[in-house]
C-alpha cells in the first residue's frame, strides 16, 4: 500500500532539496558587511522619495480589478472560436448571451464612471482635486 506513495515522496524530496540547497548557498556565499547604500530600497537607480506606505488613489484598484475581469473573460473566446463548427448554432447563441452579459457589465461601468481616470465632480473636494468641482474661470478668480 505505501509503495505506491514512494513516487511522491521522492519527488517531494527532490523539491524541499531544490528549495533547500539555493537558499543555503545564498547564505553561504552572500556577503556579510551590510552597508547603508546595500540596506537601501533601488528604484531604477533614483534616490527615493518618502515612504513606502503611500496611500494610492482607489481608481488604480476599480481599473485594474475592471481589466482583470474583462480580460479574463476574453480567454473563454479561444476554446468557442475553436468547438464553433462543431456545435453550430448552438455555440453561437451561446457566445451571443455570453457576449451580451459581457456588454451588460460593460455599459454598467461605463454609466457610472469607472473608467474615467479623473472624475468630474469630487464631493467636497479638497487639495489638487478642489478645481474639478467648481468652474475655469470661478477658479482663476480664486487664486487672485
Given at each position: 500500500m505505501y509503495n505506491d506513495?514512494?513516487?511522491?515522496?521522492?519527488?517531494?524530496?527532490?523539491g524541499i532539496f531544490l528549495i533547500v540547497v539555493p537558499l543555503f548557498l545564498q547564505w553561504i556565499l552572500s556577503p556579510k558587511?551590510?552597508?547603508?547604500?546595500k540596506l537601501t530600497t533601488y528604484e531604477c537607480g533614483e534616490d527615493v522619495e518618502g515612504p513606502a506606505w503611500v496611500k494610492f488613489n482607489i481608481r488604480f484598484y476599480v481599473i485594474?480589478?475592471?481589466?482583470?475581469?474583462?480580460?479574463?473573460?476574453?480567454?473563454?473566446?479561444?476554446?468557442?472560436?475553436?468547438?464553433?463548427?462543431?456545435?453550430?448554432?448552438?455555440?453561437f447563441v451561446e457566445m451571443l448571451?455570453?457576449?451580451?452579459?459581457?456588454?451588460?457589465?460593460?455599459a454598467y461601468v461605463w454609466v457610472k464612471g469607472d473608467l474615467e481616470w479623473v472624475k468630474v465632480s469630487v464631493?467636497?473636494?479638497?487639495?489638487?482635486?478642489?478645481?474639478?468641482?467648481?468652474?475655469?474661470?470661478?477658479?482663476?478668480?480664486?487664486?487672485?
Open positions: 506513495f514512494g513516487t511522491s515522496f521522492i519527488f517531494v524530496i527532490i558587511n551590510k552597508t547603508y547604500d485594474a480589478l475592471i481589466f482583470i475581469i474583462f480580460e479574463v473573460e476574453a480567454v473563454f473566446f479561444f476554446p468557442w472560436a475553436v468547438v464553433y463548427k462543431e456545435l453550430g448554432l448552438f455555440a448571451i455570453f457576449m451580451s452579459i459581457l456588454g451588460l457589465g460593460l464631493p467636497y473636494g479638497r487639495g489638487r482635486y478642489r478645481k474639478l468641482n467648481i468652474a475655469e474661470d470661478e477658479y482663476e478668480k480664486t487664486e487672485k
